[in-house]
């Protein structure tokens, strides 16, 4: 197997949460907690879990924004902590991101053409007239027209605007796209035209993608592998296939039995967990989610599991297995 | 019925629409299809008038559907295709620009598009309730839980001091909010999305009413608290026997919750059927393209994509407006509008590949 674009080992972050005049830390929000994964050439891997489970700050973490507590992250095998000057540039350029709602995340007061050619005036010293052939030409990559460059976001609908976006993030020498919820605010028929034109971009261009999402059924679509995250961990991780067929873990069952029917034929009523997620200030001790799980034992309570190899290639950390 | 909450005592578990026993259950019985329709929507036009009524968009443009008693009617379409303005004008809530020019509205034997907004004022919230999307939109944040849950029961029911207090709780409890004595007294900040959106709930059903419209409910909240949410509104709607309009883009939400299906396009019903016959026999290429564009667990099949973007409703092409997405379009379809076609299995659908179909049935 070709070596992975990304690794992220035991990745931490804790946001400390200061209370009273002496802003003395009296805890921390552990909102990512101990995250390995990798992702290979050409590979989706699905990020999946509920709102506050850290799939966001997650995808922070690589992106640079956030500076993790513990943990390292390797692109292409090098520690990206240390990175500085030219090389931290290279990794901007190699990994790029495209953010759920495509009406705040592209300036209205930019054209189109700017819009994608400023990391080309970051990174490059294109030419004027080089930038604007590469700005066609990933314009034709997510099928627009190459005459929308001039035009002004607020021109185009939700679907097309997702386009630009994403014509954004491959005009550099991207290797590696973190995709946060790209379809969640799109309409259903467009939905479908942007899930097929990234798997045909990644047929075609060989990216890498983290797909982060909460729909189950799109993110096991255009995934390759799926981590499900809860609670800052990691709880089971699988080929997609393999985790469709076979979930393990409780609280991947339970997204599983969440997950709205395809057909009225397959309703079904049992299976719902009960409870919210707890707040991340005060996680439960021992496994994070045994107060909501219908299999608890009482271990659960007590000792935290460990991702321990699953039958049929993957991990899972539950004390049932 | 709500109203007849005469006697100062709190109202039992059970719920809203009447006194407990006995009206509910018989609306129960009959299991929806019998019976004279809650709702009538008969042929609706509203209309947006802008520039001073220069433009004029058709946002709804000629729906019509029934409803009956514990009935679930899911209405899907993608966003602008009037699904919303439908129900704004089943209780007269529509913005300023918009105007109701045409069609009928008929609500347990009245007719709604002629009531005053004083006369109305007495049918939403009592008669009728809307749950809206955003539940930290629809709740004050000046006011606490209890207040809020409180004013249809005060104002339609006339209930104060300890029987308001026990009506409340009664209902905090039917949406399940743990220790509802406590957390009623709390704030809406001080309540997760989950949570807040089950509070609307209960302002829902503070008046006891005969139909609930509820507009995306669910949109923001997570899978598992989704599905929590969902089972609530069926466990509510059994109890109660309260009719259910489901504003949705998400056929998941559909296939689980719904007893028939009006699938909107461009302001109009393109396809209406019950849901079994909607899922297996899709008779509109619209609906056809838009179930084969949700991706199915377990199934890595590339999606069927729709060409284009939905239309601009204040320049709608002539002929059947889903023509230029359509890939079964013929000639026909650019030139004339497609009248409702019955089919045989009970559903009705707006297209000219029906015709035939339709003539032999």
């Known amino acids: 197997m070709a070596p992975p674009v990304l690794e992220v080992r035991g990745l931490k972050k804790h946001f400390p949460v200061r209370r009273g005049f002496f802003t003395r830390q009296t805890s921390a929000v552990k909102a990512v907690d101990g995250v390995d994964f990798s992702i290979g050439p050409g590979e989706t891997l699905g990020l999946i879990g509920e709102s506050g489970c850290g799939k966001t700050t997650t995808s922070k973490l690589i992106l640079l924004q956030e500076a993790p507590t513990e943990g390292s992250i390797l692109f292409e095998g090098r520690d990206v902590a240390g990175l500085a000057g030219a090389e931290l540039m290279a990794y901007r350029r190699a990994v790029q991101v495209v953010f759920q709602d495509p009406f705040s995340s592209l300036s209205p007061r930019m054209r189109v053409r700017d819009i994608i050619a400023e990391p080309l005036e970051i990174h490059t010293d294109l030419r004027h007239s080089a930038i604007d052939a590469r700005v066609g030409e990933v314009l034709e990559l997510v099928g627009l027209a190459r005459d929308v460059a001039p035009l002004f976001p607020h021109e185009f609908s939700g679907g097309q605007r997702q386009r630009i976006a994403i014509a954004r993030a491959l005009a550099t020498d991207t290797r590696l796209i973190v995709l946060d919820e790209p379809v969640s605010a799109l309409d259903v028929s467009v939905r479908a035209q942007i899930i097929n034109q990234l798997e045909h971009l990644q047929r075609t261009l060989g990216v890498s993608y983290l797909f982060i999402g909460h729909d189950l059924a799109t993110v096991a679509h255009i995934s390759h592998r799926i981590a499900v995250m809860y609670l800052g961990k990691i709880v089971e991780t699988a080929d997609s296939d393999t985790l469709c067929a076979r979930p393990m873990h409780p609280y991947t069952q339970a997204l599983f039995a969440a997950a709205l029917p395809s057909h009225p034929g397959e309703r079904s009523e049992s299976g719902t967990i009960t409870g919210e997620i707890p707040s991340p200030l005060s996680l439960p001790a021992g496994c994070r989610f045994h107060p909501r799980c219908p299999s608890a034992m009482p271990t659960c309570s007590q000792v935290e599991p460990a991702l321990e190899h699953r039958d049929g290639a993957g991990l899972v950390a539950c004390h049932l297995y | ?361």
């Open chain 2, 1 to 361: 019925m709500g109203g007849l909450d005469g006697p100062p005592k709190p109202p039992a578990l059970g719920d809203a629409p009447a006194q407990p026993g006995r009206p509910s259950k018989s609306v129960r019985d009959p299991g929806g299809p019998k019976g004279a329709p809650v709702l009538q929507v008969s042929d609706l036009r509203t209309h947006f008038f802008t520039f001073g009524g220069s433009r004029v968009v058709k946002a709804v443009d000629g729906v019509s559907f029934a409803l009956r008693e514990g009935e679930t009617l899911g209405l899907v379409g993608e966003s602008g295709s009037g699904k919303t303005t439908t129900c704004l004008s089943i209780v007269g809530l529509l913005p300023r620009a918009a105007r109701i020019v045409g069609g009928s509205v008929r609500f347990e034997g009245e007719e709604l598009t002629r009531k005053s907004q004083r006369e109305l004022r007495r049918v939403r919230g009592r008669r009728i309730a809307v749950i809206l999307q955003d539940p930290m939109a629809s709740l004050n944040p000046l006011f606490t839980i209890f207040r809020q849950v409180a004013e249809p029961a005060f104002f339609h029911q006339h209930l104060r001091g300890r029987t308001l207090r026990a009506r409340v709780q009664h209902l905090l409890k039917a949406v399940r909010i743990p220790s509802p004595e406590w957390r009623m007294r709390d704030y809406p900040h001080q309540m997760s999305g989950g949570m807040r959106q089950r509070i609307v709930g209960a302002i829902a059903l503070a008046g006891g009413p005969s139909l609930v419209i509820a507009d995306e409910p669910t949109t923001n909240l997570d899978v598992t608290i989704q599905a929590q949410y969902l089972d609530l509104l069926k466990d509510i709607q059994r109890e109660t026997g309260v009719a259910l309009i489901f504003v949705t883009h998400n056929l998941g939400i559909v296939a689980k919750m719904c007893d028939r299906v009006a699938v909107m396009y461009a302001g109009k019903i393109i396809e209406q059927a019950p849901v079994q016959e909607l899922f297996d026999d899709p008779k509109h290429p619209y609906t056809r393209a838009l179930l084969g564009s949700v991706p199915k667990l377990g199934s890595k099949e590339p999606l069927y994509s729709i060409a284009g973007q939905p239309p601009n409703l204040a320049s709608l092409p002539p002929g059947c407006p889903f023509h230029p997405r359509c890939r079964e379009a013929v000639e026909r379809c650019a030139t004339a509008e497609p009248p409702d076609f019955h089919q045989r299995d009970g559903s009705v659908a707006r297209c000219w590949l029906l015709e035939h179909g339709a003539a032999r049935s």
